[in-house]
């Protein structure tokens, strides 16, 4: 695609995740069926923390406000009558977790748990954050330019933690001066970029915003911050309109930086 010169009062770099820095498919082959394969076992071992009551409770409130949805799945309350019984309820737990994320649900009370079982996996090595093999060295380059960079994705920070954390280049959390998720406002909403910039302390000018999503871009660009759409294996495609809109990249390598001064 090309060399894409970044502009000069561009300071700071702003990063999606799914389809810009790690492959999608690593989410969806890997972390979300990590979920559904593990749920069951993940509950039966940590039943009794309270970390683990916390969350069940959480998905319980969110089931109850659940109740008038199609297929939606109650859950229980123990009333501590035997093994049969506390089996039954965390099966309940499995089908409501199973259920929502059939929907592709985004509610605390789910992501709360993922984010808990997800730490666990990376922890004990079962799962690596996947990362293409260009970033790394890209933003090492643009570091030694003075550029910031930072992540903004809708994964919470914590899950973003992880993927850099425990990734296949290692522990690369190094590498980012911060991190956003949608508690600072959704990413198709022009104004969450503005509170990203005055929470970094610049001009939404002094922001490049790489992301997958044309949405995304555009939102971005409404906030007058500077977008390129990235593409990469497995992302969605473009329309010919937005394909000849945005700067396009395929590789965070070609991205060229003004001579820092």
Partial sequence: MGVLPVPAEVRAILLDIEGTTTPIAFVQETLFPYIKDNVKEYLRTHWEEEECQRDVGLLRKQAQEDSSLDGAVPIPLETGSGEEELEQVIQAVVDNVHWQMSLDRKTTALKQLQGHMWRAAYATGHVKGEIFEDVVPAIRKWREAGMKVYIYSSGSIEAQKLLFGYSTEGDILELFDGHFDTKIG?????????????SIGC????ILFLTDVP???????EADTHVAVVIRPGNAGLTDDEKSY???I?????????SST
């Avoid at 001009?203 to 002094?206: C, E, I, K, L, S």
């Avoid at 395929?250 to 003004?258: M, R």
């Fill in 215 to 221: 949405r995304e871009a555009n939102a971005a660009e």
């Fill in 186 to 198: 959704p990413k198709v909403e022009s104004e969450s970029y503005r509170r990203i910039a005055a």
């Fill in 246 to 248: 945005y700067s396009l």
């Fill in 250 to 258: 395929s590789s965070f390598t070609e991205l060229f930086l003004p």
């Fill in 203 to 206: 001009a939404t000018n002094n």
